[in-house]
């Protein structure tokens, strides 16, 4: 897709993947091993599954996405009031 071709193309994209705090002794993590658009006689939950599989190593080998948040408090006649926003800077891996 997309975001692989951008991973092959451009370096920046591309991170080497962050090894995880915990050493458990399991086996890696699932890991597409070769191109597929899927088959003709997958089923859809097989479809959707490696999709999955696809979609998370690709953000595990992308750049985080950039974000800030603000959160504000505000006590009017004894009731407090809190927003939160969320704003994507870079999106990265999210596309």
Avoid at 36 to 53: M, Q, T, V
Avoid at 77 to 92: I, K, P, S
Wanted: overall charge negative; aromatic content about 8%.
């Amino acid at each position: 897709g997309s975001l692989a071709q951008l991973l092959v193309n451009t370096g920046p994209m591309w991170r080497q993947p962050r090894s995880g705090g915990h050493d458990d002794k399991a086996h890696p993590p699932i890991h597409p091993t070769k191109f597929s658009d899927g088959e003709a006689d997958w089923s859809p939950e097989k479809k959707r599954l490696h999709e999955f599989i696809v979609r998370s190593f690709l953000a595990c080998c992308s750049l985080d996405a950039v974000g800030y948040e603000t959160t504000v408090t505000v006590e009017v006649a004894g009731e407090v009031f809190r927003a939160v926003g969320l704003m994507v800077r870079e999106r990265n891996w999210l596309n």
